[in-house]
């Protein structure tokens, strides 16, 4: 994976005293808290521990991933939104955690835009449609036959409210299946059951099933992507296998608690972002499936509200709402 020019310039960008030691977190000494609300295993979790692995370097702290699942994201998301805003406790959001979830979520306990402040997008990832390996299932139109004319299927996401669990219901909807929903309490386990064959597919986050499928233990039926990937020729485009609509892809980035003072985030930002002209963390992340397109803090604001009214549309579409 390389960083494009547009990249690059995203990254000059940031101005030259971000990197400056002075400016710093209180109690600067101290560890940063890097809140990741998913459990280890899953795309959020991986981009934590490889960026911060390396921003703590450019810090000068320690960071330290705090995995706080559940809640369709909101533990960790209310762990941040409730920490002081000194730089110490910051989250790896995406887009249900601030997003979709301000549309799901009747009674949730902060806004999702006004509670946070958005720090640094990081990358995005592709979500795939995958099976177990011995599926009838060999293509996008295999499943759809198989929850139709009488056929029950049954789809896992990677939580309730969770772009897989949107975008699923996407398919089942417009396919016209029936197709009964079990959500998993993280990416990793609901992966975990489709390869044991306890459920019928799964539109996951494609870091979390690349090894899986590359293993031979999941088969992927279509990719939300572009064009083909490089490392997987052989599995279709959505658009290639008739169901277009499903190239949603995922996000992630950085975000702190509202009130962040804009040196604090500006260095935070340049240190996160900073990672990505590592090599190790380039291939690190492009083997896990990722697409690196970051933006400085001002920027990934403005997408971020985007975002939300993006997500609150579909979710209106499909009618997936949580308690909260």
Known sequence: ??????????????????????????????????????????????????????????LGQ??????????????????????????????????QTHASNQAMMARLPFN?????????????????????????????ADLQAMGRNGGRLNYASSQAGSASHVIAETFVRRSGLDATHVPF????????????????????????????IRDGRLRALSVGAPRRLADFPAIPTTEEAGVGYMAVDAWFGLFGPAGLPAPVAERLAAAFIGTFADAEVQRRLAAAGFTL??????????FQRAEVARWAEMVQLTGVKLDG
């Open 1 to 58: 994976m390389r960083i494009t020019r547009r990249h690059a310039l995203a990254l000059a960008a940031l101005p030259a005293a971000l990197a400056a030691p002075a400016v710093r977190a209180q109690g600067s000494d101290r560890p940063i808290r890097l809140i990741v609300p998913a459990p280890p295993g899953g795309p959020t979790d991986i981009l934590a521990r490889v960026t911060g692995e390396k921003a703590a370097a450019a």
């Open 62 to 95: 320690p960071v330290v991933v705090d995995n706080r699942a559940g809640g369709g994201g909101v533990i960790g998301s209310e762990a941040t939104h409730r920490a002081a805003p000194d730089g110490l406790t910051v989250m790896i959001g995406h887009n």
């Open 112 to 140: 999702v835009v006004e509670g946070f402040t958005a720090v640094a997008k990081l990358g995005t990832v592709h979500h795939a449609t995958v099976v177990p390996a011995n599926s009838r299932a060999q293509s996008m």
């Open 185 to 212: 309490n993280g990416a990793a386990p609901a992966a975990t059951a489709t390869v044991a064959g306890q459920v019928d597919f799964y539109v996951s986050t494609f870091p979390t099933v690349a090894n899986l």
């Open 293 to 302: 397109d970051p933006l400085p803090p001002a920027a990934f604001a403005a």
